[in-house]
């Protein structure tokens, strides 16, 4: 198993959008996460002293192969249109990585 976490900004304006959208997520999309391997996820929303939002996602990757199930989720229709409705809500952080849509966080520590 492996843990992954990310970071994107959330535009404050669109915030309970974003909420509405996560309380009623698809149920075709919630599928494809767990067919891709993708186990207890989570996002998390922080407002941080320079007024700006941003959200921390968290999960864990069961799978054997993230590259191919990543492409696969991102082949799929629904979770196109699902990511569509949610990406005007985002703002991607201006130094993340190249092809990078979530900003890739590392771990530094892990207590089970």
């Given at each position: 198993?492996?843990?992954?976490?990310?970071?994107?900004?959330?535009k404050?304006?669109?915030?309970?959008?974003?909420?509405?959208?996560?309380?009623?997520?698809?149920?075709?999309?919630?599928?494809?996460?767990?067919?891709?391997?993708?186990?207890?996820?989570?996002?998390y929303?922080?407002?941080?002293?320079?007024?700006?939002?941003?959200?921390?996602?968290?999960?864990?990757?069961?799978?054997?192969?993230?590259?191919?199930?990543?492409?696969?989720?991102?082949?799929?229709?629904t979770?196109?249109?699902?990511?569509?409705?949610?990406?005007?809500?985002?703002?991607?952080?201006?130094?993340?990585?190249e092809?990078?849509?979530?900003?890739a966080?590392?771990?530094?520590?892990?207590?089970?």
């Amino acid at each position: 198993m492996q843990r992954y976490g990310s970071i994107i900004g959330v535009k404050e304006d669109q915030i309970a959008e974003y909420k509405r959208l996560h309380a009623a997520v698809w149920p075709a999309v919630l599928a494809m996460i767990r067919e891709c391997g993708i186990r207890n996820y989570s996002i998390y929303l922080r407002r941080l002293p320079d007024g700006q939002h941003y959200l921390f996602s968290y999960f864990e990757y069961v799978g054997d192969d993230f590259a191919a199930d990543a492409a696969k989720m991102a082949a799929d229709p629904t979770t196109q249109d699902w990511w569509a409705v949610c990406k005007p809500c985002q703002e991607p952080l201006p130094d993340r990585a190249e092809g990078e849509w979530w900003a890739a966080a590392d771990e530094v520590f892990h207590c089970d």
